[in-house]
Every structure is written in structure tokens, then in C-alpha cells.
């Protein structure tokens, strides 16, 4: 076999496995959706639980410093909100225009904004 037939038969292969690779996502895909969004009350619940449990730790004297509290908190709080998102919003057009560092720090800053307030 020439080596022109070998390279066109891997190609044609690879686009088969790749594209059955695709069709067995968006098979199962609906089921993912389907499954996440089954109970987002369930979903908000538990991330108020959460971050209610640290607060009464801190009511009760269990809980570590201050610090360290507010950073569960944000931790739970973050999984929740995408902080980058909201900062590109808030900034609007300007965001474009901005290093990827000054987005990471402006991100950063308004997201300590937020959560301070």
C-alpha cells in the first residue's frame, strides 16, 4: 500500500472515531442537562447549608479565625458564581482592551468587592 493510501486511510479513521466520540456526547448529553437541572432548588439549598453550617460554628466558638471563615465562605460562594464573568460585565467594552493580568486582577478585586459588601 502507498504511503499516500496509509495517511488518507488513518484520516478517514480518525475522523470516524472522532466523530463517534461526538455522537456519543451529545447522546448522553441531554441526560446530563436533564439531571443538573432536575432540582436547582436542591442545588441552592446546598450551598446555603453549607455556608450556614460555618457561620453557626462561628456562633457557637467552634469555628477557626475570621479569616479562615471568610475564605470557606467565598470558597462555597464561588462555586456558585463565575466572579470573571460578572467582572467582564461590569466593566463592559474596556474588558477587551485589558491585558489578560489587569482582567485577572480587576476579576480578583471585584470579586473581593462583592463579597465585602
Known amino acids: 500500500m ?3 493510501k496509509i495517511v488518507s486511510q488513518r484520516l478517514r479513521e ?11 456526547v451529545l447522546l448522553f448529553m441531554p441526560q446530563l442537562v436533564c439531571a ?3 432540582n436547582p432548588m436542591g442545588l441552592i439549598q ?3 447549608d453549607r455556608a450556614l453550617v460555618i457561620l453557626r460554628q462561628s456562633q457557637r ?4 479565625s475570621l479569616r479562615q471563615r471568610k475564605d470557606e465562605i467565598l470558597l462555597v460562594v464561588g ?15 474596556p474588558w477587551k482592551e485589558q491585558l489578560p493580568d489587569k482582567r485577572q ?7 473581593q ?3 465585602n459588601t
Open 2 to 4: 502507498s504511503k499516500e
Open 14 to 24: 480518525g475522523r470516524f472515531f472522532f466523530i463517534s466520540k461526538i455522537l456519543l
Open 36 to 38: 443538573a437541572a432536575a
Open 46 to 48: 446546598n450551598g446555603t
Open 61 to 64: 466558638g467552634e469555628a477557626p
Open 79 to 93: 462555586e456558585y458564581f463565575n466572579f470573571e464573568e460578572m467582572a467582564k460585565r461590569a466593566l463592559g467594552r
Open 105 to 111: 486582577e480587576f476579576a480578583q478585586l471585584f470579586k
Open 113 to 115: 468587592l462583592l463579597f
